[in-house]
Structures are given as structure tokens and as C-alpha cells.
């Protein structure tokens, strides 16, 4: 069972606020990724971070930013949602770059922008 | 024309039948992934093979690495079996991203 949690699970919001999606993980692990998947479709890479201080832009152009201050922890946020940005959101982790390993895949966050 | 093609898109079968997943891609790649999503969205991972087969119960996850394809083989399928099976790669970018490439997954119900 892998030690990677998202919150909030689900998130239902108007147009303009400001939201931060949280992700964290105990497992110590240096790689964390942020993954967009709209309904029915393919997942999408939109941020990656190598270790603290690490951020880097994945293939799928986003609006949102995220930070990486601590190791354990990679938030993704929203400075303006709009409904455009209904989505899900995985957050994953991995030890080691993803050629040479697993990636520990979070619960989601299903986003809804009205 | 997405770089990781999956087959068949949708599959139901009865429980107990053998179970055949099929993943194409046209890229350089270091990995590949089966991925396992439930209907609550999270994922698992099953495997990550570069060359091969590996084995997991009654998972069995093949690559040919000359034609660019795997498979995911389910024997003695089960109705927990149901799920969307993911295919992703490790595209072999040489120091771009390295988050993983997805197909749009195949999903499977087993009747029982």
C-alpha cells in the first residue's frame, strides 16, 4: 500500500476562487508528479518536481503552479479556477526517475468548476 | 495520433475467461507500465517491464521491444478484475520530462 494522499477527494467551486490541491507522501521518495485526466480520456503529465526546490512544466500546458518546499509535500494551486479546469488531478511519487521505477499513484482530486 | 494505442477500448467477458489487453506505441521507450484505475480513481500500479514477461498471480505482462507492443494477460478472470487497464510509457526523451506517456486504457468488466 503506498503512503500518498490527495486532498480534498472531491472539490466543487465557483469560477474565479483561488484553490490549492494537496499531496503528500511519506515514503521519503525524491520524484513527485502531477497528472491531469479529463473524463473518459488519457492522463496527462502537467508538472513534475526532481526534489525540493525542483519544479519543472510536464508535456500538457496548465494554468496552475505548484511548489515543492518540503520533500513530503507537493501542492498544486489554482490562482483563478475556471470551468475549464473540471478535471482529476493524481499526484504520483516515485524513488527514482520513472524510466527506473514505479510511480506511486494518490486517490485523486475530481475538481468541478461551476 | 496518440503515441500509446490500447485494444480493445472496452471488453467484457464472462468470469473465468482469459483476458487479453493490448498496447501499442510508437515511441523510443525505457519502461512500460500497466496501470489498474477503479472506478473510484485511483491507480495501481501492476507492473514495469523493459523487456520480457513478468508474472503477478494471475497477471502476466509481456513486451516485445522490436515491434513496440506489450500485453496484459488476466487468467481465470474475476469480477474484482473489473477496472481500466492503463498502458503507459517511459518515452526514452533524453532529459525532458520523465513523467509517463498513457494510452486511454481499456475497461473491463468481468460478469460473473
Known amino acids: 500500500e503506498a503512503d500518498i494522499y490527495q486532498t480534498p477527494r472531491y472539490l466543487v467551486i465557483g469560477t474565479g476562487k483561488k484553490i490549492t490541491l494537496e499531496c503528500s507522501q511519506t515514503?521519503?521518495?525524491?520524484?513527485m508528479y502531477w497528472y491531469q485526466q479529463d473524463p473518459g480520456m488519457e492522463l496527462h503529465l502537467i508538472h513534475y518536481?526532481?526534489?525540493?526546490?525542483?519544479?519543472e512544466k510536464g508535456d500538457l500546458s496548465s494554468e496552475s503552479t505548484v511548489s515543492r518546499i518540503r520533500t513530503e509535500h507537493f501542492p498544486l494551486t489554482l490562482e483563478s479556477a475556471r470551468p475549464s479546469h473540471t478535471s482529476q488531478y493524481l499526484c504520483?511519487?516515485?524513488?527514482?526517475?520513472?524510466?527506473?521505477?514505479?510511480?506511486?499513484f494518490g486517490p485523486g482530486t475530481r475538481l468541478t468548476v461551476l | 495520433k496518440n503515441e500509446v494505442e490500447q485494444s480493445p477500448q472496452n471488453l467484457t467477458a464472462q468470469e473465468g475467461e482469459f483476458i487479453t489487453i493490448n498496447c501499442s506505441y510508437s515511441?523510443?521507450?525505457?519502461?512500460l507500465h500497466w496501470l489498474q484505475q477503479h472506478p473510484g480513481g485511483g491507480i495501481v500500479s501492476l507492473f514495469m517491464?523493459?523487456?520480457g514477461k513478468k508474472k503477478h498471480g494471475r497477471l502476466i505482462a509481456t513486451i516485445n521491444i522490436q515491434e513496440k507492443h506489450s500485453s496484459l494477460h488476466i487468467t481465470a478472470s474475476h469480477p474484482r478484475d473489473s477496472a481500466v487497464y492503463i498502458c503507459?510509457?517511459?518515452?526514452?526523451?533524453?532529459?525532458?520530462?520523465?513523467?509517463?506517456?498513457f494510452g486511454k486504457g481499456t475497461h473491463l468488466i468481468i460478469q460473473p
Open positions: 504520483a511519487s516515485s524513488p527514482l526517475p520513472g524510466f527506473l521505477d514505479t510511480q506511486y
Open positions: 515514503m521519503g521518495h525524491d520524484k
Open positions: 518536481s526532481y526534489g525540493v526546490n525542483s519544479t
Open positions: 515511441v523510443g521507450i525505457s519502461a
Open positions: 517491464l523493459s523487456s
Open positions: 503507459a510509457v517511459s518515452p526514452y526523451s533524453g532529459g525532458g520530462a520523465d513523467g509517463l506517456t
